[in-house]
Nanobody
Framework: QVHLMESGGGLVHAGGSLRLSCAAS????????MAWYRQTPGKPRRLVAH???????RYEDSVKGRFTISRDNAKNAVYLQMMRLKPEDTAVYYC??????????????WGRGTQVNVSS
């Protein structure tokens, strides 16, 4: 079994910064793609940022230039540095990873989410 645990959410004023962290633990052979999603009430979960095992990144248009995704493969961790936060960034942020528990078997895993609130 694999678990993803997010941390770093909270309340911040518009223009401020937060850094989210997500650590994977359990029966891990290899972690492939990792990503951050976010969700607001009544809306579907949406991709915010994605990073491959090789470090290639992509971002949702509204966060380009403000958010940076990074990963530490030695720590099985992924991070999201969020700067110049806006009230519309308020959401529950979820960590997602494609994890191999063996050489030929991969599953998708989600964290439980961390709340980010940006006040105007």
């Amino acid at each position: 079994q694999v678990h993803l645990m997010e941390s770093g959410g909270g309340l911040v004023h518009a223009g401020g910064s937060l850094r989210l962290s997500c650590a994977a633990s359990g029966d891990i052979f290899r972690i492939n793609d990792m990503a951050w999603y976010r969700q607001t009430p009544g809306k579907p979960r949406r991709l915010v940022a994605h990073v491959t095992s090789g470090g290639m990144t992509r971002y949702e248009d509204s966060v380009k230039g403000r958010f940076t995704i990074s990963r530490d493969n030695a720590k099985n961790a992924v991070y999201l540095q969020m700067m110049r936060l806006k009230p519309e960034d308020t959401a529950v942020y979820y960590c997602h990873a494609g994890v191999q528990t063996g050489p030929n078997y991969e599953s998708e895993y989600w964290g439980r989410g961390t709340q980010v609130n940006v006040s105007s």
